[in-house]
Structures are given as C-alpha cells and as structure tokens.
C-alpha cells in the first residue's frame, strides 16, 4: 500500500467517453505530479502542480486536461482519447522543494478502445 | 527527452549475488535519485544522493555519484528473490522548485532463487 491513493485502478473508456482520474495524498505535501507510462518504458512526466498552481505542462495535448481541487486531491480529466493513450497514469507527490523524493501511487491502468 | 540512461537494461543473477546497474545523465543535476518498480506497481524511492555527495549507503544499497563523468551507480548486496524489479535513476534540473523528474531506461533485474 502507498501513501498516494489513485482511483480507479483500472478504466476502460471509449474514444468519446469523458472520464477522470483521482489522485489523493494526505502527507501535507505541496506538490503533485502526474506521469504517464507505456509498457516496458519509463515513466514521462505530463504535469507539475506546485501549491496547486499548474507550473510545468510537458506540450500534453489538450485532450488531457489536469485539475487540482486542493492541496491533497489532484485529478486528470480525460475527453475525445485515442488508442495510444492507453498507459499506466501515476501519480505522485511530494515536499516543494528541489531535493525532495516522489511518492507514487500505484497508477491507473488506463485501455482506450 | 530522456536524461538518465541506465546499463544493462536486463540483468539476471543468482539469489546471494550482488547487482551492479549503471546510470549516465547528460545536464546539471541537483540530485540523482534511485526508484524500484515492481510489475505493474508505483514507484517507491530508494535513495537520493546530492551532486555535491559522492556516496551514500542505505541497508544493502550502495549508491555512488561521479559528476565529472555524469554518471551513477546503484549496488544492490546479498540480492533476494523479492529484489526482483525494474530499476530506475532519476535526476531534477539545478534549479528550485518542484520541477519533476526525469527517469532513465531502467534496468530490469531477476533474481533467480
């Protein structure tokens, strides 16, 4: 188990379906992350939240839109995938500062048909 | 892009053996961090040593840094069936803030009881 709680651990959704991802942490940490990854890569950065302002968007295409309620809840809207979207998502968080260790959740695990 | 590069990027080796994985980075790092991953699972953090640190040990984990030659190293002594995992290293810019990570290849270790 992990300090990172995502949900649901498994989705699968159409390419016209609108779904989102949850994230929740309760460690008081101020910055949250999501990450997607392809089987047998590593994981690519998509979105930095940092005192739940958007600082870092890696060029994500609009079709993945993130959100960050509060401080511990961080989601990822989803609308209009396709195929090649589908991937593990995590999500992590931790202290703001340079030096801090990421903790992950274990993921969803995401099919788009 | 990529920053860290791990070698090999499969390693099998006997129960009680040590494993050796190697890591190469291209830009200036604040810190270069160490992440475990087991099959379709979170990533759980290792062990973080700073640039200005040379080495640094935690349990049968042995981590070194050269900064000269942008590269690391992460030993792992006495190694057990449950070591079986993907292993990455993962490096932040030199600035402030929360900027994410960006992780290597990974290398993929079995253990064989």
């Known amino acids: 188990d992990t300090e990172v709680t995502q949900t649901p651990k498994h989705l699968v959704m159409g390419m016209t379906n609108k779904k989102s991802l949850k994230c929740e942490q309760h460690?008081?940490?101020?910055?949250m992350y999501w990450y997607k990854q392809k089987a047998k890569k590593p994981p690519e950065l998509m979105f930095v939240?940092?005192?739940?302002?958007?600082?870092i968007n890696e060029s994500v295409p609009s079709r993945f839109s993130p959100e960050c309620p509060n401080s511990s809840l961080l989601n990822l809207h989803l609308h209009a995938l396709q195929p090649e979207d589908s991937a593990l998502y995590l999500c992590?968080?931790?202290?703001?500062?340079?030096?801090?260790?990421?903790?992950f959740g274990n993921g969803t695990r995401l099919t788009v048909t | 892009s990529q920053q860290g590069e791990e070698d090999p990027q499969a390693l099998s080796i006997q129960e009680g053996e040590n494993a050796t994985m190697n890591c190469s980075y291209k830009?200036?790092?604040?810190?270069l961090q160490w992440y475990r991953q087991n099959s379709g699972r979170g990533l759980v953090h290792l062990i973080l040593?700073?640039?200005?640190?040379r080495e640094k040990h935690s349990g049968r984990l042995r981590v070194t840094l050269d900064t000269s030659k942008k590269s690391s190293s992460l030993l792992i002594t006495a190694s057990r069936a449950a070591d079986t995992a993907s292993y990455f290293c993962a490096t932040g810019s030199s600035g402030g803030g929360a900027d994410g990570l960006t992780f290597g290849k990974g290398t993929h270790l079995i253990i064989q009881p």
């Open positions: 460690m008081g940490h101020r910055a």
């Open positions: 830009t200036s790092i604040n810190n």
């Open positions: 040593i700073r640039s200005n640190e």
């Open positions: 939240y940092s005192y739940e302002k958007l600082s």
């Open positions: 992590a968080s931790s202290q703001a500062g340079p030096n801090s260790p990421l903790h």
